[in-house]
C-alpha cells in the first residue's frame, strides 16, 4: 500500500505565505502525477496547481501568480508554495498522487489522496 502525509497547514493572516509539503511512502518506483486539491466548507473539492512527472505544470487561474508547486521525486514529495494569500483560499488542502507501486510481485498504477491539512487564512 501507499500512503500520503501532508503537513504544513495552519493559521496565517492575509497576505501572508504558507508551504504544504506531502510525502508518500510505500513501495514506490514511479509517481506520474503530483497534485494539489482544496475544498472550502459547503464547496466541491477543486484543483489548484499540477505536476507532472515531465515538469509540465499546471494552475488553477484563481491562484497564478501567487502559488509554486514543486516536486522532489527523489524524495516523493510534493510541494505548495502560497503566497498572497486572501480570505477566500481558507479550505482544506489534499494532495492526490498517480502512483506506480510494486504489490507483492506486480506493478500497478493507482490514486492516491492525503488525508488533508487546514489553511486558515483570517486577520
Known amino acids: 500500500q501507499v500512503q500520503l502525509v501532508e503537513s504544513g497547514g495552519g493559521l496565517v493572516q492575509p497576505g501572508g505565505s504558507l508551504t504544504l509539503s506531502c510525502v508518500a511512502s510505500?513501495?514506490?518506483?514511479?509517481?506520474?502525477?503530483m497534485d494539489w486539491y482544496r475544498q472550502a466548507p459547503g464547496k466541491e473539492r477543486e484543483l489548484v496547481a499540477a505536476?507532472?512527472?515531465?515538469?509540465?505544470?499546471n494552475y488553477a487561474a484563481f491562484v497564478k501568480g501567487r502559488f509554486t508547486i514543486s516536486r522532489d521525486d527523489a524524495k516523493n514529495t510534493v510541494y505548495l508554495q502560497m503566497n498572497n494569500l486572501k480570505p477566500e483560499d481558507t479550505a482544506v488542502y489534499y494532495c492526490?498522487?498517480?502512483?506506480?507501486?510494486?504489490?507483492?510481485?506486480?506493478?500497478?498504477?493507482?490514486?492516491?489522496w492525503g488525508q488533508g491539512t487546514q489553511v486558515t487564512v483570517s486577520s
Open positions: 510505500g513501495n514506490i518506483f514511479s509517481i506520474a502525477a
Open positions: 505536476s507532472q512527472r515531465n515538469g509540465v505544470t
Open positions: 492526490n498522487f498517480f502512483v506506480g507501486w510494486v504489490n507483492v510481485n506486480l506493478r500497478r498504477w493507482d490514486d492516491y
